[in-house]
């Protein structure tokens, strides 16, 4: 079946720094990859989208990027804000629609001052 | 345009009852998409409705059950309940915009089975 993993549990990083996320997926060629931003006690909220003919995506300080020969896509914040502080989810479709989704367990980021 | 809204928000059962989730969807969506979020197994893919018909299924046991109505306001059911039960229940409604289909998410009703 498919599988999908967030290697780090955890991320800690300073102020202005830039973050890398790592996710990896198994037994699965998605026609896109998206990211997820979830704060406690909320619902996940969309990020960034890509698709498996797109090397890299950008938007404001994120990038992301999906190699499909390596399964992985790497998912970056620059000049990091505390505010960037949250789990971040990636999500495969499991019906090549975006409706019924696989997620990762989720990168806990913490931005300190 | 209002979010997704899910009721209630905080749900306290005992085992073996059964309990009713609501989910109202973004106007004009059409699809919604039910997920069971907890600490050991993240976010799971319960049943997706769209047009008040079941279209996508997860892996859950047929406990679990769920009907959209022709408003695509969403209702999920739970029967027997367990303790495994607890957790953050999800819903989504989805927007599709340039070929790709978005999901909105609401904030969840967090159930807890004592």
């Known amino acids: 079946s498919q599988k999908i993993e967030q290697n780090s549990e955890a991320l800690n990083i300073q102020e202005g720094k830039t973050a890398t996320l790592t996710c990896n997926y198994t037994?699965?060629?998605?026609?896109?990859l998206q990211w997820y931003r979830q704060d406690p006690g909320r619902g996940p909220v969309f990020l960034l989208l890509?698709?498996?003919?797109?090397k890299e995506k950008r938007k404001e300080r994120l990038k992301v990027t999906f190699d499909t020969t390596l399964k992985q896509s790497l998912f970056h914040i620059t000049a990091s804000q505390p505010a960037d502080s949250a789990t971040y989810l990636c999500?495969?479709?499991?019906?090549?629609?975006?409706?019924?989704?696989?997620f990762g367990k989720g990168t806990t980021l913490s931005v300190s001052s | 345009k209002a979010g997704v809204t899910q009721t209630p928000r905080y749900l306290i059962k005992t085992r073996g009852q059964q309990v009713t989730l609501s989910c109202s969807p973004i106007?004009?969506?059409?699809?919604v998409s039910w997920y069971q979020q907890t600490p050991g197994q993240g976010l799971q893919f319960l049943f997706e409705?769209?047009?008040?018909?079941?279209?996508n299924k997860g892996n859950f046991p047929g406990r679990f059950s769920g009907r959209q109505f022709s408003n695509s306001r969403s209702e999920m059911n739970v029967s027997t309940l367990e303790l495994g039960d607890s957790a953050l229940y999800l819903c989504?409604?989805?927007?599709?915009?340039?070929?790709?289909?978005?999901?909105?998410f609401g904030p969840g009703t967090r159930l807890l089975v004592l």
């Open positions: 989504a409604s989805t927007w599709a915009s340039g070929g790709v289909e978005t999901q909105y």
């Open positions: 037994n699965y060629s998605p026609a896109y």
């Open positions: 890509i698709r498996e003919n797109e």
């Open positions: 999500a495969l479709d499991l019906n090549q629609a975006g409706t019924a989704l696989i």
């Open positions: 106007s004009g969506h059409r699809s």
């Open positions: 409705y769209f047009s008040e018909t079941q279209r």
